[in-house]
Structure formats: C-alpha cells, structure tokens
Nanobody, 124 residues
Framework: QVQLVESGGGLVQAGGSLRLSCATS?????????MGWFRQAPGKDREFVAA????????CYADSVKGRFTISRDNGKSTVYLQMNSLKPEDTAVYYC????????????????RGQGTQVTVSS
C-alpha cells in the first residue's frame, strides 16, 4: 500500500518561499512512479501544478507557476519536493501530492495514489 504524506505548508508573505515535501511509505520506490503536485483553492476546482516523470523523466509545470516552482525527487529518501518561490496570494490553496504508474500527466484522476494535502496561505 502506497501512502503519501505532505508537509511544509504554512503562512508566508507574498514574495516569500516554501518547500513542500511528499514522503512516501509502504516500501515505495519513488523513482518508479510519476509524481505530481496539485492544488485546490477555496471555491475552485483542483488544478495541476507540476509533475515529474519516472526517475530521469522530464518535469512539467502549469503556466501559472512556471519559473517560480520546481519539482524534484530524492530517491534515497523516497521523497518528492515542491520548491515554491516568489509566492503570490493566488497561490493560496491546499496542495496535494500524487503518484501514478506510467507517464506524468496533468489530470489528478489518472493518479492512483494521493495524500491528504497541506495548506499554503500567502498573505499580501
């Protein structure tokens, strides 16, 4: 059973940075999965943020975060990260980590596993 646990969320001022972590458990070899980050703001649909292909695969980003966010993985720690810089109030949301077999994608419904989320709040 693959379990994903997000951490690192919090309150930050606009222009600041946060690094989210997604720790996997259950013997997960994170390098075998495509990993994604998604977010959901109050009253809005869940949206794609970033994804990383199976170990060695390319990363892709939503246009709204390109150049500000970076997704990465540490296979030794079975952890995936989302480094968020130059944060804006519109980045406020609950951020979710997800894992899937096969190629990375932008639809959370295609991911077999997901975490419970971590809250990110950016004040203006």
């Amino acid at each position: 059973q693959v379990q994903l646990v997000e951490s690192g969320g919090g309150l930050v001022q606009a222009g600041g940075s946060l690094r989210l972590s997604c720790a996997t458990s259950g013997g997960t070899i994170v390098g075998l999965f495509a990993m994604g980050w998604f977010r959901q703001a109050p009253g809005k649909d869940r949206e794609f943020v970033a994804a990383l292909g199976v170990s060695g695969g390319a990363a892709c980003y939503a246009d709204s975060v390109k150049g500000r966010f970076t997704i990465s993985r540490d296979n030794g720690k079975s952890t995936v990260y989302l480094q968020m810089n130059s944060l804006k109030p519109e980045d406020t949301a609950v951020y979710y980590c997800a894992a899937r077999f096969g190629t990375a994608g932008e639809l959370m419904a295609d991911y077999q596993y997901r975490g419970q989320g971590t809250q990110v709040t950016v004040s203006s």
